[in-house]
């Protein structure tokens, strides 16, 4: 059986370019190292060596072997990293979201049910989730829509409707409900983050968008500005409602959505407790 350490040592002499310095390098003695050379070429069935009068030197096979040894080493050093990246991935809830208010409606019950597990969220378009959900990037997704397709398992998480935040003295401001249409070509308020809310900027295209990726700066922003910004009844339930604003509902059909939480079929008894609690 060949030793791994033999292998360092002989990857050490290519590398030194002599016994006595790979010794050197290796704080070990130079005959230890030529036996253990000697050793490498016995276990392998083939000669690594050309040797001349006082010098070691790598012949044919041995060039090929090197290649061989520094790819295996390569691993070698990168199999604990590998095998606690494969155990952490096993233990971490990995969750892609469409839209920021799931992480306040999905992920308390995620973590009610699995407590003692991790769980990592991320936000991007509806495309790439179903994609990282088939190759297994994660284990669940929240999606605005009900996918098609058997592989898939889901349920309905909750439903969100979009909302006008204006300031007290805007000409519709005293109105029940406005639509896109109605806001087109008013200068806005946006949060760049807020996954596939994003459409509004389609749908108001003689609208200019002034965005503000800090949230902490977007609230304050939106305190002082008399721009009107965007806000859903799911955010003003868990992250509130600035008083110097009045809330309009839109009307329009996109502005009010459901969303499912989706696995995997295979994966469906693995969160089936999730599936029921929501």
């Known amino acids: 059986m060949i030793e791994l350490y033999v292998l360092r040592q002989f990857a050490a002499f290519a590398e030194a370019g002599t016994l006595s310095e790979a010794a050197e390098v290796l704080h070990l003695s130079q005959p230890a190292l030529s036996r253990n050379m000697k050793k490498l070429e016995e276990d392998l069935g083939v000669i690594l060596f050309e040797r001349k009068k006082n010098k070691l030197e790598l012949n044919q096979n041995g060039f ?82 009900s996918p098609d397709g058997a592989e898939f398992f889901c349920k309905k998480c909750g439903t969100e409707s979009l909302m006008f935040a204006l300031p007290k003295e805007h000409k519709y401001a005293k109105r029940k409900s406005l639509t896109f249409a109605e806001m087109n070509g008013e200068n806005m308020l946006l949060m760049p983050d807020i996954g596939f809310w994003a ?80």
């Open 64 to 145: 090929y072997v090197l290649d061989l040894t520094r790819t295996l080493l390569e691993n070698a050093d990168a199999l604990a990293k590998k095998a606690q990246d494969f155990d952490r991935k096993n233990r971490t809830i990995r969750l892609g979201i469409c839209a920021p208010a799931l992480l306040w409606t999905v992920t308390p019950f995620i973590s009610q049910v699995y407590p003692y597990l991790p769980l990592q969220t991320e936000l991007e378009s509806e495309e790439l989730l179903l994609k990282h959900l088939m190759d297994d990037s994660y284990q669940l997704i929240a999606l605005h829509e």
């Open 199 to 278: 459409f509004v900027m389609d749908k108001m295209p003689d609208s200019h968008f002034l965005t503000q990726s800090d949230r902490f700066s977007f609230d304050e922003l939106v305190q002082a500005s008399s721009l009107p910004s965007f806000i859903t009844n799911l955010s003003g339930k868990y992250r509130g409602m600035p008083p110097s604003r009045i809330y309009i509902p839109i009307s329009d059909a996109e502005a009010t959505v459901s969303y499912y939480l989706v696995c995997k079929k295979n994966r469906e008894k693995e969160f089936d407790e999730l599936f029921r609690l929501l």
